[in-house]
């Protein structure tokens, strides 16, 4: 514990530091790799594995039954419409969701009785329903449109905030990474995708940018009397926001993705509960991207959107002139 809080002490005063800025170019070439690697994978895949609340198909609820098993479901599905692909999941205490293909109304019938069967409950017991593809379409498109809405706000609001119009576009293209990213890391687990998962990308947007925030106003900070100092050059300071802020984005995102571990473990290894499964990963694969990004994309994408201008290029040159002659 001495020894981390040392470590911390040292990043805030500068007597250690990591090249965040520095070694920017190599962030950002493996940035881009994972970006173009999560667009390529899910078209190499043949699309993503879409729930059916996207895809369409039959639904059926049991409720009351003696045991969690999931074999005599799939097993009961399998007998009646061998291709129906059956998903069976223990959403509750003693109840068992079992989701297929579109089954016609005979193959329906058919099925909740074989299910009462395989559960030991009346048939009574088993409901079924069928959900059409259009609903998870419009799932979607409410999302698309809330993402729209986010994005429009937090470019507006983080200009107004800082005072600077690149500290907006560094953000945005940070929360890009941390989305696509996330994405492709998602489609390689080959989870299913629900509005669970839609609304886990939604939240780590939010994540993500709380992230992004603190780092962005120790920078602020740090770089507000830029030219009244010949210590420092605007690319040191940046970094030493970045370390100064590094212990504070480590102990919030594990804070943050403990929990969410714990949950996704619940969720894929003892309940096997899709809504669990799907919403957790999500979470969890994103909060760990979002901290990532926010040290070694969005802030070394802002050192370098600046580190170009006259009047920082001119400070800086004045700054290392005096370094020289000092040493």
């Not at 520095?22 to 881009?32: H, V």
């Not at 507006?156 to 119009?165: C, H, I, N, P, V």
């Not at 940018?209 to 900070?221: A, P």
Request: with cysteine; glycine share 8%.
């Amino acid at each position: 514990m001495a020894n981390l809080a040392t470590w911390g002490n040292e990043l805030y005063t500068g007597k250690r530091s990591y090249p965040f800025i520095g070694k920017r170019k190599i962030w950002f070439l493996i940035a881009g790799i994972l970006v173009l690697a999560s667009i390529i994978l899910p078209i190499a895949k043949g699309g993503f594995n879409l729930g059916i609340e996207f895809r369409g198909g039959s639904e059926f609820t049991i409720s009351g039954v003696a045991h969690q098993d999931i074999a005599p479901g799939e097993q009961a599905v399998s007998q009646i419409a061998p291709d129906s692909h059956p998903s069976v999941t223990n959403i509750a205490a003693n109840t068992m969701r079992i989701q297929t293909d579109k089954l016609s109304d005979e193959q329906t019938v058919q099925v909740a009785q074989a299910l009462a069967d395989a559960y030991g409950v009346n048939k009574s017991e088993v409901t079924s329903t069928f959900i059409g593809p259009s609903w998870g379409a419009d799932v979607s498109r409410q999302a698309l449109w809330g993402l729209v809405v986010f994005v429009v706000l937090v470019t507006l609001l983080m200009a107004a905030y800082f005072r600077t119009w690149k500290m907006s576009i560094a953000a945005i293209i940070g929360l890009f990474a941390v989305v696509v990213i996330t994405i492709g890391i998602y489609s390689l687990s080959n989870f299913e995708v629900t509005p669970s998962t839609i609304i886990g990308f939604l939240t780590i947007l939010s994540y993500s940018l709380y992230d992004t925030v603190v780092v962005f106003d120790k920078i602020r900070e740090n770089t507000h009397h830029v030219f009244e100092q010949k210590k420092r050059t605007f690319a040191e300071l940046v970094n030493l926001a970045i370390n100064q802020t590094l212990v504070r984005s480590i102990n919030t995102s594990v804070v943050a993705v403990l929990p969410v571990g714990s949950i996704l473990f619940i969720g894929t290894f003892m309940l096997g509960a899709g809504t669990l499964q799907d919403l957790s990963l999500a979470l969890f694969v994103g909060i760990i991207v979002g901290t990532l990004c926010t040290v070694f994309v969005q802030a070394p994408l802002y050192a370098a959107m600046r580190m170009n201008e006259p009047a920082i290029r001119k400070h800086d040159a004045q700054v290392l002139e005096q370094r020289e002659v000092s040493a």
